[in-house]
């Protein structure tokens, strides 16, 4: 079973940048696709983006060209960089390890606690 921890939510103005960070802890990091989803008071937990263990990186429409995916096999950490935030960007992210299934990502059980991102206008 891996363990994530998510770090590096904060308060930030429309416009700014933030860069969320989950440590993960087990031996099959490395070979497993990671994502980033995130939730909104009152809305279900959208994906945000995901990274395959070789590179490959898909996103959300909402967030294409503002936010990078990015991991780290040797620290065990997957990156959110998340720049031009939005006030609709205001959620609880949450670091998942998925599995490949047909080229699709789907998320596991496998869930951090979250770190709460608020965008201010």
């Known amino acids: 079973q891996v363990q994530l921890v998510e770090s590096g939510g904060g308060l930030v103005q429309a416009g700014g940048s933030l860069r969320l960070s989950c440590a993960a802890s087990?031996?099959?990091?490395?070979?497993?696709?990671m994502g980033w989803y995130r939730q909104a008071p009152g809305y279900q937990r959208d994906m945000v983006a995901t990274?395959?263990?070789?590179?490959?990186?898909n996103y959300a429409d909402s967030v294409k060209g503002r936010f990078t995916i990015s991991r780290d096999n040797v620290k065990k950490t997957v990156y959110l960089q998340m720049n031009s935030l939005k006030p609709e960007d205001t959620a609880v992210y949450y670091c998942?390890?998925?599995?490949?299934?047909?080229?699709?990502?789907?998320?596991?059980?496998?869930w951090g606690q979250g770190t709460r991102v608020t965008v201010s206008a």
């Open positions: 087990g031996s099959i990091f490395s070979i497993n696709p």
């Open positions: 990274i395959t263990s070789g590179g490959t990186t």
């Open positions: 998942n390890v998925g599995v490949i299934r047909a080229s699709s990502y789907y998320p596991t059980n496998s």
